[in-house]
């Protein structure tokens, strides 16, 4: 048999849920997506800001950062067992890393995008350096870290999956592995169908609107 | 005293090939509280540049700048662009009160003033969309809205009307001269167009091509609103496309250019339409 009834998925799915395994699984993973995704956003925003601005920061580091965010986050779990143990950091870890290099990159294009006529129209006004910062060059660079951040979601979360998968613990991975063990391929299913769910709800219901809303208070769509 | 003082301006470029490009060559320029100055000249020559050193944006490789008797500093000049240059993050309204809320004004004050001076434009009832949502031309109210509200003595304008139409430009040349003659501010507008430097100047100051230097200035003494189908301008349109056109001999061209003026004026009772200097 290569796949279980739909009807076997759906059942186990549901029951996996009302037993709460599967939710308790599902919440150990939002947990450790969150923490890593707002590690992510605070390390990537920075960076990419800084960049961004410093032009010779940029050219130092510029290129090596593209390098590294083409390196599959997961390769990294080695090295981060060897750092962190087999526990939550190295899985924070990995999954933070691949978010932070796309939202680096991203955040320092849309900084470098910004029309130098309206750096040039604040400068008229009379911004302070920390002004021009905070309230210019920040707001110019949202649509980018907007974009950034469904691109960093997907990164992460592809990231949280695979360490899930390769470490020990209690998230949807990790439940995915067990029913390997367990050879329970409806288990496998159901969880998958967790995976994907989430993925698609967060970046529909949350990135995908958020995007949406700058995007037409800003005229970026027709 | 003069509001604006330029005194030997100089300002180079490099190029792509690190060689250096000479824009602006010995500029003096004088600008009185309450004059309106256009400056005229072919594209690339230096305007611009110019303005940008006026506004502190840029600093001169030599010479000096002083605006009311100091160094440039931004509280003493606003500065109108091209584009408009708003912030799309903002709505209308907060886009004039920003230079507000950077000066320190309260969140309630900046926006009460800056609505006054949406009214003045008459864009108030857009006060609370956003900037993608306006035409051209009302995008372009809104800049000039937004540098009034800051209060500058001293007004830079470049080439503001230019990507607008024929009839938006002419409204915004009234509302401009209204306002102007309301505040009593000094500027400076870059433009283009001869046509559009003598419905608004006191004073043309015509630059030469690149190296930018000072070609020659021609003081129109007239009341506003302008006729441009009557004799002096009929004149001056003429003259300023000549001297457009062609580089003469600085000496002869200007013994002309003077006995040509002066019949002209012969005909207009009590003006004296202008001051040549040729440099
Ligand atoms: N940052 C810069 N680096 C190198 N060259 C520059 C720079 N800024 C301007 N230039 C050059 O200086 C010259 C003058 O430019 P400027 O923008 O002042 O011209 P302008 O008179 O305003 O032209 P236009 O009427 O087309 O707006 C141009 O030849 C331009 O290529
Ligand atoms: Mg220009």
New interface residues.
Partial sequence: MLLPAPSDVLLTLVQGLKEGTLLLAFFSSLRRILVSFTLALTLGITGGLMLGRIFWLDRLLGSLIIALQSIPSVVWLPLALLWFGMGEGAIIFITSLGATWTMIINTGAGVKRI?P??I?????????RL?LFT??IV??S?PAILTGMRLAWAFAWRALMAGELLSSGTGLGQVLMMGRNLADMSQILAVMVIIGATGVAVDGFIFRRLEERVHR???LTG | MALLRLQKVKKSFFGHKGEEIEVLTNIDLEVKQGEFVCLLGPSGCGKSTLL?IV???LSPDAGAVMVDGQPV???R???V?Q?G?????LTVLDNVA??L???GMGKKDARAKAREYLRRVHLEEFAFI????LSGGMRQRV?IA??LA?DPPFLLMDEPFSALDTRTRRLLQQELLHIWQQTRKGILFVTHSIEEALLLADRVVVLSGRPARIKQEVTLPFPRPRDLRRPPFVFWEEELKSLFGEERDGQEYSQTFYDRALSQTAVLPAARPFVGRSV
């Fill in positions: 029309p006529l309206i040039k129209a604040a400068q008229t006004m009379g911004v302070s002004q309230r210019v707001p110019a949202v208070r800003w005229g | 940008n506004a502190g944006l500093g931004a509280d000049v606003g500065m662009f584009e240059g708003l912030f799309p993050w920003f230079g809320w950077v000066k956003y900037p993608h949502q800049a937004r540098t800051m």
